[in-house]
DNA sequence: TATTGTTATACTCTATAACTATA
DNA sequence: TATAGTTATAGAGTATAACAATA
């Protein structure tokens, strides 16, 4: 039948749930303070946010959604409500006529302003409070490199050509409906 | 009002950063593969692993949501869905006519077998090919410690709601039996 | 032809509130 | 009254494909 799965060891499938459960439980409660101070979703924020820390408040919407992985209409329906909402600006790229360039408006910033301090208090509360600074340098240093490679990493299904090693390894089980 | 909180510092903003782009990657990549080995959503996955790590593969509703972090009415869409797939069965509790108790059936095991190689394969590739021993060691530590913080603290702007107090019972955090 | 972005659409997931029934 | 679970429903978010306009 099926072959012994490769295991994880003990400190293995330690990291990753705790990964997993602590990314999932901060983003749940910056989530809630998001909707209740500013009516933000996770997503806009992080729109909003980007732009804030992007020359003159720009970015053209390709460049957004690279941050922000989704897909291309998932950023255009988020860019329509925070438009709607006043939050940012669109409009066409002078230089690239396909282009649109979106802008953090006055009010998007005054609303990131109301929401940061909020922001950061979860943060201290929920992720800070627990760790030392080694502990937190130490986490930047990981994370941050898991990260880099992550972004490096093209996603095993799309590129499908080029397996990276070991042959012997047959990873996947392709098994439709 | 308090002008402004006590800002973050370089070092922890970057480990917040790291956190969630790692995690969310992380995630958003089992996810897919998640969905092409076995048609299950992240959720779907951690109930029948649930489950899995159960005695006799069942669980009642409630306990089940209380490692699932979501509502009770999500709990009872995806218990519903997983039925109608034949992965789980629900049927009274002989104990507590009130409760439900979910069981893995074979199908839920084959289906949970099936999709594991491939979730471990893309945690190797994705998340601990960038990592030392130690890294994964002290990742496990830090985030352990941060889980198990969060879960201890209430959410800030919520009332306290139901909690389980019973003393003999429930006192360990991670992997109960 | 390739790229940029929008639209249309369908679907999944989550949350709230009202409800039933058991304890 | 409190707890366990379901139902109804509504809304947000995401993905895909077809499309238009520009490069």
Known sequence: MSPSPP????????????LIEASSMLKHAVEQQLRE?????YVQFQILATLGDSPAGSRRMTDL????????????????????????????SPDDERSVVVTL??????????????????LDDLLFAALSRSDVEALADI?????????????????QRRRRKTPEEDPTPSRPR
Do not use: C, I, N
């Not at 101070?37 to 979703?41: I, K, N, T, W, Y």
């Not at 959604?65 to 939050?87: F, I, N, W």
């Not at 994370?143 to 590129?159: C, E, I, N, V």
């Open 105 to 122: 408006t006055d009010e998007g910033r005054a609303v990131l302003a109301s929401v940061f301090p909020g922001h950061v208090a979860v």
């Open 37 to 41: 101070a500013g009516d933000l979703s």
């Open 143 to 159: 994370l941050g490199r898991a990260r880099d490679h992550m972004r490096r990493t093209p996603p095993r299904s799309a590129g």
């Open 65 to 92: 959604a690279d941050g922000v992985v989704y897909s291309r209409s998932g950023l255009t329906y988020q860019a329509q409500t925070l438009e709607k909402r006043g939050l940012v600006t669109r409009t066409p």
């Open 7 to 18: 295991p994880l060891d003990a400190t293995q499938l330690g990291a990753y749930f705790a």
